[in-house]
């Protein structure tokens, strides 16, 4: 059974990969929240190079009882849900708050400005990347702190 479903999986994922980028090891963090296939959305745990059989990088779930090749990475795409739940807020209708800029969303794509930047942002893993970057800290799901 387990066969099938990955077959099924894989067979998803090269359609799914053939509209998008192929997720880089580079752009993983530790913490970073993925799709998993099976096991639904999980927090990358480790990364990994060329191990059990693994060519490349893979993740590593659930204290080591779940790996996942990078390139079956399944991103999650970022919602008006997805920002409240990370506790961000519109300000008078304005687009949500996100430090001392703004998340705005421009013909269903997420964008975070501030002055004279532009950055898209449609994949939490990049919003999570992101406020590192910015602040040293995670970005955390409210319900969590």
């Known amino acids: ?8 999986f894989y067979n998803f994922n090269i359609f799914r990969l053939k509209s998008q980028s192929m997720l880089d090891a580079k752009d993983l ?3 970073n929240l993925f799709n998993h296939f099976e096991d639904g959305i999980l927090p990358i745990e480790e990364i990994k190079k060329d191990s059990d059989g693994f060519q490349g990088y893979y993740a590593v779930f659930r ?5 996942c090749h990078v390139s ?10 997805w920002l409240l ?3 961000l807020t519109k300000n008078n209708g304005y687009p949500y708050k ?9 013909n269903g794509e997420y964008f975070f400005k501030y002055h004279t930047l532009d950055i898209k942002v449609n994949y939490i893993h990049t919003l999570q990347n ?5 602040t040293n800290k995670e970005l955390t799901l409210k319900d969590e702190k």
């Open 72 to 81: 079956y990475l399944i991103p999650i795409e970022l919602t008006e849900e």
């Open 130 to 134: 992101l406020y590192f970057a910015l």
């Open 29 to 31: 963090r530790i913490g």
């Open 1 to 8: 059974m387990h066969s099938i479903r990955f077959l099924v």
């Open 98 to 106: 996100f430090l001392d800029g703004f998340i705005k969303i421009r």
């Open 85 to 87: 739940r990370f506790g």
């Open 63 to 67: 204290n080591g009882s779940t790996k």
